[in-house]
T-cell receptor, first 115, second 112 residues
Framework: DTAVSQTPKYLVTQMGNDKSIKCEQNLGHDTMYWYKQDSKKFLKIMFSYNNKELIINETVPNRFSPKSPDKAHLNLHINSLELGDSAVYFC??????????????FGEGSRLTVL | SQQGEEDPQALSIQEGENATMNCSYKTSINNLQWYRQNSGRGLVHLILIRSNEREKHSGRLRVTLDTSKKSSSLLITASRAADTASYFCATDFQGGSEKLVFGKGTKLTVNP
């Protein structure tokens, strides 16, 4: 069973469109993240949620809106897509309790291409 | 920026050789982790070393941490073609809430 799953894996769209990426984890973790990896492989944190509550927002444009309906899901909605949004978006999760090992579990990524 | 910096950016070796990658960071940390990313895949955790540890081993991996120099190294011994991937260090810095900050990665190519 996939621990952290993201859909879609590939997304090609036009500038100005709105798109969503979904993420689900079946590990029972409390904390989930979105990271963006650019063409140079630089991985930058965007958001983090703990038990459905936003705890990290790394000055991401407000065109990006995360939503966590429950602690197992963290979706990312992007409005008015721009060329610079083209990247691979990774969802990740980890425990936040006393048994937290610090390890992040990543999904396989969603490659977004904006034309 | 608390971001780690890996060195070298790219490394090409022959199978059987050892590969050493370095990571430097800027602020005090709780722990430092190394991750591996195969082409087109997600990152996979390899090893974590805490700020009060100096060395850690896991199979063919050896990680060292020097907090006075704010640096870490990852050694992969007896490399295999399957070790070809990008390797990232990530720091869980003190006072940094719940986030891991990743470096830019080292792309390792192991030639058969």
């Amino acid at each position: 069973d996939t621990a952290v799953s993201q859909t879609p894996k590939y997304l090609v769209t036009q500038m100005g469109n709105d798109k969503s990426i979904k993420c689900e984890q079946n590990l029972g973790h409390d904390t989930m993240y979105w990271y963006k990896q650019d063409s140079k492989k630089f991985l930058k944190i965007m958001f983090s949620y703990n038990n459905k509550e936003l705890i990290i927002n790394e000055t991401v444009p407000n065109r990006f809106s995360p939503k966590s309906p429950d602690k197992a899901h963290l979706n990312l909605h992007i409005n008015s897509l721009e060329l610079g949004d083209s990247a691979v978006y990774f969802c990740a999760s980890r425990r936040s309790d006393l048994l937290n090992t610090g390890e992040l579990f990543f999904g396989e990524g969603s490659r977004l291409t904006v034309l | 920026s608390q971001q780690g910096e890996e060195d070298p950016q790219a490394l090409s070796i022959q199978e059987g050789e050892n590969a050493t990658m370095n990571c430097s960071y800027k602020t005090s940390i709780n722990n430092l982790q190394w991750y591996r990313q195969n082409s087109g895949r997600g990152l996979v955790h390899l090893i974590l070393i805490r700020s009060n540890e100096r060395e850690k081993h896991s199979g063919r991996l050896r990680v060292t941490l020097d907090t006075s120099k704010k640096s870490s190294s990852l050694l992969i011994t007896a490399s295999r073609a399957a070790d070809t991937a990008s390797y990232f260090c990530a720091t869980d810095f003190q006072g940094g809430s719940e986030k891991l900050v990743f470096g830019k990665g080292t792309k390792l190519t192991v030639n058969p």
